[in-house]
Every structure is written in C-alpha cells, then in structure tokens.
C-alpha cells in the first residue's frame, strides 16, 4: 500500500475534527465495519464523529455499532468503501468531500484527499493502516469492526483478493479482540429460514445441460413467494449453479418483473461468463458478470444455453 | 508451540533416513497435506521418503501428491495427524514408530518422539515450523500441501481453533505460492451433483420445533439412495440444521440400518449438543456431538425433541 495515502489521510484525521463519515447504501460488512472501526478510533482520540448511512445498518452487524450516536453539523464528510456517488443516498449526492477511502479499483468520488488502494482486499485494510497511523490501539471494538469487513469481502479468506497481508492483519485483530469464530458463524453459516427455503427451492430446481458443464436455475417470483424470501435473502445464491464440480458455467437466472430476467453468470476452468454476458450487452468481471433479458421463460433458456455452448465449445 | 518439540522433530529427520509417512484412515486435507508437505521437504534434502495411506489419497487432493513414489523397506515410521491407533489400518496397527506427529488434543500414539501440540489448529501448522527449522525453503509444492491442511482444519479459519499464529502461517505459505483461491474452491465451494442433491433433500425435509429453536432433519437411506449419495457425500451435513438463524439445537438423524439412528447433534448460543447426546449414552463437545438410538422414527424423534425441550428451557 502506498504509505503516502495513508499519511494524508491520516493527518487530515489527526488535524480536524466534527466528521461525518458516510457508508454505501445497500450496506455491507466492509463499509459498516470500517466506518465504525474509524468511528471507535476517532472517539478514542477525543473527535466528534458520527456514521451516516442512507439505507441504516443491516440487523445482522448489530454488534459493531453503539446504541445512540449524538448527530452535528459536521465540518467535514468523509466517504467508507463508496466507490461512485450512485451509492450514495440523493440527499449526500451533492456534498463536498473532505476525505475518500475505498479499495474499489475505479473510485470516482471527487474528494479534496483520496486515500484509495485497489491493491488491498477490503476497505477495512486500509483503515486499519490509517488507526494503526493515528497512533490508536486496536481495540476489541475496532478489532471486530476491521476483522467483520476483511472477512466479508475475502469471503472468509476464499478469494482472490486475499494477500499475505490480508492475513497479517487478521492475526493483528484476532491479537487485539476480534471474536472472529463468533463473526464468521454470523457472516457465513447463520442463515434465515427463508433463505435456506430458497436454497432448497433453487437445488431442486437446479438443471443441467452439456454433460453436467452447465447448470442453471430460474428463480421465479413464485419461488421467491413460496420462501418467503426477501433481496438479503438472495444474495450469494448465484453462486450455487457453479458450485457442482464439472460445472464450466452456472447460470441464476432470477425472474424480476414478468418476462423480465436479471441473469447472473458465474465461470470455472477457463471459461468465461463475461463473454456469454458481453453477447447480451451485459458486463463484469471474467468469472462473475450478469446481464438483463426480457422474453418467455422458455425462449429465454434457449438463447441462454445457445450461447452458452459457443463459449463452452471454443 | 514449545520450541524443543520442534526441535526434536527436526533433528530427528535431520538426522536419519529412508522414512515411512504414515496418514490416518479417512484420509482428510490435514493428514495428507502434512504428510505430502514434509515429503517434499524430505525429498529437497535428498531423503529416501515415501506416504502410505492405508485408504488411499482422496481424488480431491489429487493436486497435492505425485504420480509414482517408489516405496522401500523404510528404517523409520513416522505418524502424520494420527491421534490414536484406531485411526490406522490394521497391518499398520502394530508397527514401531520412531516418530509421531499430531496436534489432536488426546494423542495415544507411542512413538520414540513425541511432537504434539494441541495448540496447533492443524497438525500443518507444526509441520509448517519443522520445515523451516530444517532449514527447507518452502516450494510452491509444500506451500499448497500445507495450506490445504491448515484450511481444512479451521474450516478455512472460520473455526474457533484459528490463532493469530494460523493467519501469520497462512500470509508465508501464500507468499511462498500457495494456491489458496483454487484450494478453497475445491475444498469448501465445489460439492459434488449427489451432494447438492442430499443438500436439497435435507433443506426440504428440515423440521422446526419449540418456536423455531430447535430444527431437526431425518436423512434416511431412501433420501440417501435418491441422492446417489455416499459417505463422503453426506459429509458436513450436520451443520445444517444449526445454521438457521435463532436455532439453538440442530439435531440431523442419519439412518444407519432400518430402526437404527446416527444422531449428530450442534448447539449455538450457549445450549449444550453435549448434554443433549450425554443422556442417551453419547458424547462429544459442547457444541458438537453424537450418539446412536434405535428405534421406530416416530418414536426416536419424540424421545429426542423431549431431551431437547429439557435442554432450551434450562
């Protein structure tokens, strides 16, 4: 990480104070447990600083944050793991900000310091560089926020992202306090009744084609109504149909008004689901990406699996 | 980890010579990682060393041991993560050990050396310093054999067993090459057709009792047969039951032979799967254990619900 960014941000900290530090909206471990890692760490300087999310905190990170936290008019706002202000609530779209700090490769926040490193798995890496800058002891608070968002965007220490110095800095907060065997029951083995209905739902109704190298699933709002499952309840679940072994391409697709289908494509070995997904003007990453489609369920299937040959085939 | 068991190991290989590795039945990532781990290390120093597995190597690590290695009339015998002669096969059973590696908290093995340690989440985490005290630069080969282990055992550092000493191994066996993205998709995401099949069967066939705290799931060899599912299959399964969120017992019933049940039983939140399983002549730990019950189902499932119901109103 370049330490320069970890300077500036740091002595900005340092040197003001009444700071608004602001999450993404939809938000997840990293910009909830960075935000309130920061948050502890200011406090324990003295500042007044406050988070700010537009869409609250999930229930399910009710461990990282206080019960009552005064509100200001704050001097400055600084931004959490929020890579574009598409992720910002309307009402913050339009604020000036003092600082940035993200790990998201394009960053287009336009703040007077950015402190941005794509190099670092989760935001909350970067954070913890800038408290151990400050001077601040970790502790068993700000432990359990850094480690809650290094764990939800490494998905437990699974993907790529993760660096040696990923699991340096988790054995720093294991060291400082961080429950993190209770943390990872929570993030990656506790799961609502609707959602282990939805899994059940999608295994059954999970199909294969080419030899077992494709599956995929149509997750109708029927199916959604039948679990009784809600958005939280859906996410992760596109990465089922790639989990079978021999499994080149998975295919979820999820039915989001009738005839209208938001497909998620997840690739193994070598093929790519950005292809199969760039034909349908779609986009992302080589073995994650998504697009839209709209049409008969059935029509849909077939253009699907069609392209899905050519990529499997080449 | 005491140092001097370190040392003893490592002089002990230093010092002699064409030795037998020995892993335990039911081979897992632990016992062959570390075994093939230390091979490697052995080999770079011009050893004579082979692995025996009385059950083979599992398909699934196909990607840690080599094609041929030619086997000898070895001089030494050395355990690899055997906790107890129980866990060898039969003509092993009564053979001299010169050297016994593990980290299982009650470790029976007679061996001339001893280098246990409990307070190793892997016996690879032990494995891990005797290499490096050998003075063996760790490969790619060694690092990937290692990484498995330590992955394996802490359920990818998700388990209470992981130490800050884990995550500070984990960082030098990436930085040393260690495939850790690949090797956590084939262990903890990849599952097999048959597997996500019984996955399916027993989401559907979950019961919940005493408003939702108790979720008990019957797998019988008709579910298992409609699966096409085999032992290694069912695998992990146990943890289903528990992970549902406000759940407090999670009890999966395997049926074994007709009228006979291998109940696997998981707490959370300060419940006891222990005392539950301890009052039908069961044990385990605290928040995972067993026992077997014989019995009409309908039977069985209301003597258990009733020692359930004893155990979350306490």
Do not use: W
Not at 73 to 90: K, R
Not at 124 to 146: D, P, T
Not at 246 to 251: E, F, P, S, T
Request: glycine share 8%; proline share 2%.
């Amino acid at each position: 990480m370049t330490q320069s960014i970890i300077d500036i941000a740091s002595r900005f900290l340092a040197q003001n104070d009444k700071i608004c530090l602001i999450c993404h909206t939809s938000p997840d471990g990293d910009t909830v447990g960075g935000a309130f890692g920061l948050f502890y760490a200011l406090k324990s300087l003295g500042k007044n600083v406050y988070v700010e999310s537009f869409d609250g905190f999930p229930e399910k990170f009710r461990y990282l944050y206080p019960d009552n936290v005064e509100k200001f008019e704050p001097d400055h706002y600084a931004t959490v793991d929020v890579a574009d202000v598409g992720l910002l609530g309307n009402c913050q779209k339009n604020l000036s900000f003092s600082l940035c700090i993200d790990h998201h490769e394009k960053n287009s926040i336009e703040a007077r310091y950015k402190c941005v490193d794509s190099g670092a798995a989760a935001t909350c890496e970067i954070i913890y560089s800038i408290v151990r800058h400050l001077g601040v002891k970790i502790s068993k608070q700000i432990a359990n926020c850094l480690y809650t968002g290094i764990a939800t965007d490494t998905g437990c220490f699974r993907f790529s992202n993760t660096t040696p110095q990923t699991h340096k800095i988790a054995a720093e907060l294991i060291e400082a306090g961080a429950k993190s065997c209770e943390i990872n029951f929570r993030l990656f083995e506790q799961k609502t009744r609707e959602r282990l209905k939805l899994e059940s739902l999608v295994l059954k109704n999970l199909e294969y084609y080419f030899e077992y190298r494709c599956a995929m699933v149509f997750v109708t709002k029927d199916m959604m109504r039948q679990a009784g499952a809600d958005e939280a309840d859906f996410d992760g679940i596109a990465s089922i149909a790639r989990s079978c072994a021999g499994v080149l391409i998975g295919i979820t697709a999820r039915e989001v008004e009738n005839c209208q289908y938001k497909v998620s494509v997840r690739s193994n070995q070598g093929a790519s689901a950005l292809n199969v997904c760039k034909f349908f003007g779609g986009g992302g990453h080589k073995m994650a990406a998504g697009f839209k489609i709209s049409g008969d369920m059935q029509a849909v299937k077939e253009k699907i699996l069609q392209r899905v040959y050519e990529e499997i085939i080449h």
